[in-house]
């Protein structure tokens, strides 16, 4: 069994390390989830920025520009070192109050103006959305589960929290399981659908997408750690 805390030290960032912004939804499990990759390679720099006033699509998008854009920002993102922003958010009713569109639409449009600010860098989404359908969780569950999940068996439990709780023994463990990012990436994309209007279907998570980034920097040290579970 591996515990990521006394397995690794963590490697302090590079001058030149990407950073990856992560602006997520829920301020204690998003966090703990990606706290687990913090400082495994010294070529990135993850960096969770949690709700503040609200977890809904529209207030993270206002949290994110008076954290990243505004005058009085706390970050700055650096287009040369392919620094990335990423918005982690649940479907949840936010769909179908329409706030998730004005979301994907501002990141398009920040894309759109990188080239106009700086010339010398090529175009690429530096903005983007992770959304999960129904709710972050069900990219926890896809670290131990080939196949979606059966909507008769999430019923039995009073959320999918819950369900994902009773689905992995002891729940998901913030200290270990992460490791299996890999699987959770395959997992995750093989049972991907979108809907027409473009957001992830039942049970869909664009989580890997994210994922597939950060295991771009911290591969050759989970299959470190994954040779010890």
């Not at 397995?7 to 602006?23: E, L, M």
């Not at 093989?190 to 771009?216: A, C, H, M, V, W």
Request: glycine share 6%.
């Amino acid at each position: 069994m591996i515990t990521r805390r006394k397995d690794y030290s963590k490697h302090a960032p590079s001058k030149n390390a990407s950073k990856i912004y992560i602006v997520c939804e829920g301020a204690e499990t998003e966090k703990n989830y990606f706290g687990f990759f913090e400082g495994l390679s010294s070529n990135l720099e993850l960096i969770v920025i949690p709700p503040e006033e609200g977890t809904d699509p529209l207030k993270l998008m206002e949290l994110a520009h008076r954290e990243l854009l505004g005058e009085t920002r706390t970050h700055t993102l650096d287009f040369m070192q392919n620094d990335k922003v990423w918005f982690a958010i649940d479907t949840d009713t936010w769909e179908d109050e329409g706030k998730i569109q004005p979301l994907r639409d501002f990141c398009a449009d920040q894309n759109g103006h990188i080239s106009d600010k700086y010339d010398e860098v090529k175009p690429y989404k530096a903005w983007n959305v992770a959304q999960s359908n129904p709710c972050f969780e069900i990219w926890l569950y896809y670290h131990h589960y080939e196949s979606a999940p059966e909507i008769e068996d999430i019923d039995k439990h009073r959320s999918m929290k819950a369900f994902v709780d009773s689905s992995i023994a002891g729940g998901f463990d913030y200290q270990r399981d992460p490791v299996r990012l890999k699987d959770a990436i395959e997992n995750a994309k093989r049972n991907f659908k979108r809907k027409d209007n473009g957001n992830p279907g039942s049970f869909s998570t664009e989580q890997y997408l994210l994922g597939s980034e950060i295991i771009g920097f911290v591969n050759t040290e989970l299959q470190k750690l994954r040779n010890k579970l």
